[in-house]
């Protein structure tokens, strides 16, 4: 001793020899220093190895600090480890926070001196000691005296078991052995957790394979079994009996019918010290998928021959066998379709094929009508040796819309699987039928042709089988094969009526002369024909090979019209719709007028034109005939209109030149009427006179306010007007008249109307139309007058007063009405009744209605009779 340190026997020449502790100093590798033998790779991979540093706490070391504290007896006891850098407590018993709230570093550990000699330490009072001035601040102060011993794992020393006490003192053999054996009780508890730590980290390395791995001793115990074993077998037991396992985890041969014996279990076999390569198990667990796996087991012997145990390793094979089978389906589907024969016959071999490679016991085809009414059975299939002729004969049968399972795939137009047909009762429409077959699963999957269902393919198990979406997945594909099978027989079939549609419509377009004919419009701007009619000789006067038609036309256009054709090959090639008339000089030296109409569609990645071509030079000359005539109908009319305009001149200026002759003879009339001694004949010869010069004066004033109205020379001087005492003066005016024919005469007018007019015109309105009434209207009859108050204005329209004026009179032609304001027309109706006029009292009226931005229409009476309405503005 020296210094009240208890000095190291590596020191004093103990190299491995019995060190006053139990146990022994290690002898460390030749030339190797203290830190080398701290900084050993062997020794720092040991020290993980414990697990002891991954923070997860240690139960079993404390009771060993805490048995230290108690019989040394001291204050404070620690499990320290010594890493590369650093000193960790793993255990501790007392107040030994300061070493246990983070890593230590090595300059301030005793635990590293004991490290890197391998032997026990010893320190009675540490602040009195000069080579332990690094330490002194450790624990806060609290260490005095300390006392440490090695802990071994094999030959290294990975730490120390370490007494601490908060005052000096000296260690006693007794209490230093006491140390000792406790630190051979803390190396077993390391050891023991090395193997834990080493078996945990084997339970990760073996759960991160891919493959199941599963082991048993040589007593048939499960000693392990891995993740994805456990997701296999799909259960957690570990049944200690061999002959349990088969019954424990569910597995069946690969027919996935028969349990396996428990010694056929392939880690039975192994155990049994056979090796097993690839057999194949189905794990069959109650409620739930069944899985298919590959297994390969061996025995687990010693050198020495003893049976250790046996392990087996399975990797899940349920989708490569499904696929396996599925392409094993497919070819045979291939195979089957790839035979010539109708659409019966390829669904029966489809449903062979099928229930040959995946096991099922029958099958049917079922296809939609034509007329989408029902879904009838055209094909069936039976596995040989079951006799199921009554659920799935070859009798034709019939369903409709949601009618049994292929019914209602068909309404759905989805697959349906049925795991138990007899207990479902909308599985079957058969259920008499289906009663004694044992059937216990179904599926039904729609056949579809593009867009459109064409049946529903129907299969059947003699096991109840839980939906498999992913074999369902692998039966569309063979349904979608089923599919365009049968749209390929179709488009045969419908080309073979197509052939014999087109030799019909060639044989029906030969007998027109139309040239009809499809190109096919090329990159290059060329045409490439894929149809004509027979017949040229229509547009060409010869008949032509079939040759590119568009370069054909092209060489006999009219120069005239080579830009118009021109512009019609540009807009097909644009793929527009297009139709020009131009001139061809055909093979046979005539020139006719053609008219071409072309439509250009998509077919795929194509332009195609379809077009017709007809020979209308007989129409052109028609038109060009029609132009003539029309020209020389329009100039004609023009003709007519200005001798019209030279007549209303004509007219209005002998109107205006008869006016005063017509004057002088009425002023002179009456001054010889007011002569003396005048002979009584000659007063009547005079009346004649001044009456039929009062009726000139009338005609000629009419023509000349018409003339004067239609060339708007007549000025309307409108101004506020009380309508209603303007009817009423008019009215009263020709009660005379109109009782002197027998004519009742009435009025039903609102008491104040006003419209803005010209009152001397509008009185001239109602007198014409008073007068007429009357006029054309027997004895016995009635003439009405009514007015309406203003209406309308909406959507800015002015607001208009109606003012009616009907009769019961002999009434005008339908078909004349539209003539009716014309100048000097008379009704067919008034001139077989003999009536005078001159046919301008009208075509006055509507010319003053007019000027007064009024509007006059006449229209039948009800009863018989016409009624003439006059609307005016308000204002």
């Known amino acids: 001793m020296s210094g009240g340190?208890?000095?190291?026997?590596?020191?004093?020449?103990?190299?491995?020899?019995?060190?006053?502790?139990?146990?022994?100093?290690?002898?460390?590798?030749?030339?190797?220093?203290?830190?080398?033998?701290?900084?050993?790779?062997?020794?720092?991979?040991?020290?993980?190895?414990?697990?002891?540093?991954?923070?997860a706490g240690a139960p079993s070391l404390d009771r060993v600090t805490r048995l230290a504290v108690r019989w040394l007896p001291v204050p404070i006891a620690m499990v320290s480890l010594v890493d590369a850098d650093r000193q960790v407590v793993v255990s501790s018993a007392g107040p030994a926070g300061p070493w246990c709230e983070g890593p230590v570093p090595l300059s301030q550990s005793l635990c590293r001196h004991i490290v890197a000699t391998g032997a026990a330490l010893t320190v009675p009072d540490v602040p009195a000691d000069d080579r332990w001035h690094a330490v002194r601040a450790a624990g806060d102060g609290l260490l005095k005296a300390y006392a440490g011993v090695p802990l071994h794992a094999g030959r290294h020393v990975l730490g120390a078991l370490c007494a601490i006490d908060t005052a000096a003192r000296t260690w006693s053999a007794e209490q230093l052995a006491a140390l000792d054996d406790l630190a051979a009780v803390a190396e077993s508890e390391i050891d023991h957790g090395r193997c834990r730590t080493e078996a945990r980290r084997l339970a990760v390395l073996l759960d991160s394979l891919d493959e199941g791995v599963i082991a048993c001793d040589a007593d048939g115990r499960l000693v392990q079994i891995n993740q994805p074993m456990r997701e296999i077998l799909q259960s957690e037991q570990r049944p200690d009996d061999p002959r349990a396992w088969a019954s424990a985890y569910g597995l069946f041969d690969p027919d996935g019918r028969r349990p396996l014996e428990p010694g056929e279990v392939p880690l039975a076999r192994a155990l049994d010290g056979e090796h097993t390569h690839g057999q194949e198990v189905m794990v069959c667990p109650p409620g739930r998928p069944a899985r298919r796996i590959a297994v390969n087991a061996r025995p687990i012997d010693a050198p020495d021959g003893r049976r250790l145990g046996a392990v087996a390793t399975g990797h899940d094979v349920t989708d490569s066998h499904r696929t396996a089978l599925l392409r094993a389906a497919q070819h045979a589907v291939i195979r089957a379709l790839a035979?010539?024969?109708?659409?019966?016959?390829?669904?029966?071999?489809?449903?062979a094929a099928l229930?040959?490679?995946?096991?099922?016991c029958c099958g049917e085809y079922w296809q939609v009508d034509d007329d989408q009414a029902s879904i009838t059975r055209i094909a069936s299939w039976s596995k040989p040796g079951r006799d199921l002729?009554?659920?799935?004969?070859?009798?034709?049968?019939?369903?409709?819309?949601?009618?049994?399972?292929?019914?209602?795939v068909w309404a759905a137009g989805r697959r349906i699987w049925t795991p138990d047909p007899q207990a479902d009762p909308h599985a079957s429409a058969r259920p008499r039928q289906a009663r004694g077959t044992e059937l216990r699963a179904a599926i039904g999957l729609p056949v579809h042709g593009g867009q459109r269902m064409l049946g529903v393919l129907t299969l059947f198990s003699d096991s109840a089988t839980e939906p498999d979406e992913e074999l369902a997945d692998l039966l569309d594909g063979v349904c979608a094969y089923l599919g365009r099978y049968v749209e390929r027989r179709r488009a045969d079939d419908l080309t073979r009526t197509l052939e014999i549609a087109r030799y019909r419509f060639d044989r029906v377009i030969a007998q027109i002369d139309d040239y009809v004919w499809t190109s096919e419009a090329l990159p290059d701007g060329r045409f490439r024909l894929l149809y004509r009619s027979p017949n040229t000789v229509g547009v060409l006067g010869s008949q032509l090979p079939d040759i590119d038609i568009v370069a054909v036309l092209a060489r006999y256009v009219h120069p005239d019209d080579q830009e118009a054709f021109e512009a019609f090959n540009a807009a097909l090639a644009a793929g527009r719709a297009v139709q020009a008339e131009y001139r061809l000089t055909g093979i046979d030296g005539v020139t006719r007028w053609v008219w071409s109409r072309a439509a250009p569609r998509r077919d795929g990645?194509?332009?195609?034109?379809?077009?017709?071509?007809?020979?209308?030079?007989?129409?052109?000359?028609?038109?060009?005939?029609?132009?003539?005539?029309?020209?020389?109908?329009?100039?004609?009319?023009?003709?007519?209109?200005?001798?019209?305009?030279?007549k209303d001149e004509l007219m209005a200026m002998v109107s205006h030149e008869l006016r005063s002759p017509i004057g002088v003879i009425r002023a002179y009339a009456e001054m010889l009427c007011g002569a003396p001694d005048l002979p009584e004949e000659h007063s009547a010869f005079l009346e004649v006179i001044d009456r039929k010069s009062e009726h000139l004066q009338r005609l000629v004033d009419d023509l000349l306010d018409l003339a004067r109205l239609e060339d708007g020379r007549l000025s309307v001087e409108a101004r506020t007007v009380w309508l209603t005492r303007l009817i009423r003066q008019a009215v009263d005016d020709h009660r005379a008249a109109a009782a002197a024919k027998d004519v009742t005469l009435t009025a039903e007018l609102p008491h104040h109307l006003q419209v803005r007019a010209d009152p001397v015109r509008l009185r001239q309105v109602m007198d014409n139309l008073l007068s007429n009434a009357i006029k054309y209207t027997p004895g016995g009859g009635t003439v009405a007058v009514t007015a309406v108050p203003p209406h309308g204005g909406d959507g800015g329209s002015p607001r208009m007063v109606a003012v009616t004026v009907a009769d019961s009179g002999i009434g005008i032609p339908a078909e004349q009405y539209e003539h009716l304001f014309s100048r000097f027309f008379r009704a067919s109706s008034a001139r077989a009744a003999g009536?005078?006029?001159?046919?301008?009292?009208?075509?006055?009226?509507?010319?003053?209605?007019?000027?007064?931005?009024?509007?006059?229409?006449?229209?039948?009476?009800?009863?018989?009779?016409?009624?003439?309405?006059?609307?005016?503005?308000?204002?």
């Open 5 to 55: 340190c208890r000095e190291n026997p590596m020191d004093t020449g103990f190299r491995g020899e019995k060190s006053p502790f139990k146990g022994y100093v290690p002898v460390w590798g030749e030339g190797m220093s203290t830190d080398d033998r701290v900084q050993d790779p062997d020794r720092i991979r040991a020290l993980h190895a414990t697990g002891l540093l991954e923070g």
């Open 339 to 351: 035979e010539d024969g109708g659409t019966e016959e390829a669904a029966t071999r489809v449903i």
């Open 355 to 360: 229930g040959g490679a995946l096991g099922w």
């Open 389 to 408: 002729t009554a659920f799935a004969g070859l009798q034709p049968l019939a369903l409709i819309r949601g009618e049994g399972l292929p019914g209602r």
């Open 605 to 646: 990645g194509r332009l195609l034109v379809d077009g017709i071509t007809t020979d209308v030079t007989e129409r052109r000359e028609l038109a060009d005939e029609r132009e003539r005539l029309l020209a020389r109908e329009q100039e004609q009319v023009h003709r007519l209109q200005e001798l019209d305009r030279l």
């Open 835 to 875: 009536i005078k006029g001159t046919g301008l009292g009208l075509a006055i009226t509507r010319a003053i209605v007019n000027a007064h931005g009024g509007t006059i229409t006449a229209a039948p009476r009800e009863g018989g009779g016409t009624a003439f309405t006059v609307r005016l503005p308000v204002g």
